[in-house]
């Protein structure tokens, strides 16, 4: 199973340009924790598994709306529809839903 979540992290890394800081902010871990994922030597559990699975569902998400070498730029931005919060910092307080919502709206613009 540490294979999967190796390969996962190694995944949502390249494809949204982030470095194992990001995914340690994310997933609320120390970097070295990340890394011992990325290297399959540990495996996360619990809510560490759900922000994984978060951030790669968020980051493909993303990739198909904008350049994928600005996403992890977008990652870190303050976002106004956030309350000028970063998206990281709000998934990693597992509030995936108010990510998906705004990323939804990226996805499919509501003309005006």
């Not at 194992?20 to 399959?40: F, H, I, K, M, P």
């Not at 493909?60 to 976002?79: C, D, F, G, Q, T």
Request: glycine letters at 6%; zero cysteines; a negative charge.
């Amino acid at each position: 199973m540490s294979v999967a979540f190796a390969e996962e992290v190694s995944y949502v890394r390249a494809l949204g340009h982030l470095s194992e800081q990001d995914v340690a902010l994310a997933t609320g871990v120390a970097r070295s924790t990340v890394n011992a994922w990325a290297r399959g030597t540990r495996q996360p559990t619990g809510e560490r598994v759900e922000r994984i699975a978060e951030l790669s569902a968020l980051v493909e998400r993303l990739a198909r709306v904008m350049e994928p070498s600005y996403v992890a730029i977008w990652l870190h931005k303050p976002l106004p529809a956030l309350g000028d919060d970063k998206a990281l910092d709000v998934l990693a307080r597992g509030d995936y839903r108010r990510l998906s919502a705004l990323v939804a709206e990226l996805e499919y613009p509501v003309a005006s």
